[in-house]
């Protein structure tokens, strides 16, 4: 079992900058990968960034050169910082991960960008 909690959401400017950050219980060294998703109101959940074991990273286009996702083994976290918050970037974001074929997933944290 893996368990992950979000935080860092909140509101900011358009243009603004935020970093969420994931906590994973146990470690993450194992997990295939870690990314980030989210869903804005009346839409579908979107992959944000993904980031795999072996290194590799996919972004939406429509985050790219604007959000960077990392991860820290020691601490066991992933972070997304994200630049040049748009409104369209409005959400809750999940993180979530993949171990063993199982997916998990955070609560979610709100993000609320005003234009």
């Known amino acids: 079992q893996v368990q992950l909690v979000e935080s860092g959401g909140g509101l900011v400017q358009a243009g603004g900058s935020l970093r969420l950050s994931c906590a994973a219980s146990?470690?993450?060294?194992?997990?295939?990968?870690v990314g980030w998703y989210r869903q804005a109101p009346g839409k579908q959940r979107e992959l944000v960034a993904r980031?795999?074991?072996?290194?590799?990273?996919n972004y939406a286009d429509s985050v790219k050169g604007r959000f960077t996702i990392s991860r820290d083994n020691v601490k066991n976290m992933v972070y997304l910082q994200m630049s040049s918050l748009k409104p369209e970037d409005t959400a809750v974001y999940y993180c979530?991960?993949?171990?063993?074929?199982?997916?998990?997933w955070g609560q979610g944290t709100q993000v609320t960008v005003s234009s």
């Open positions: 979530y991960a993949v171990k063993g074929g199982d997916d998990y």
């Open positions: 980031l795999s074991s072996g290194g590799s990273i």
């Open positions: 146990g470690s993450i060294f194992s997990i295939n990968a």
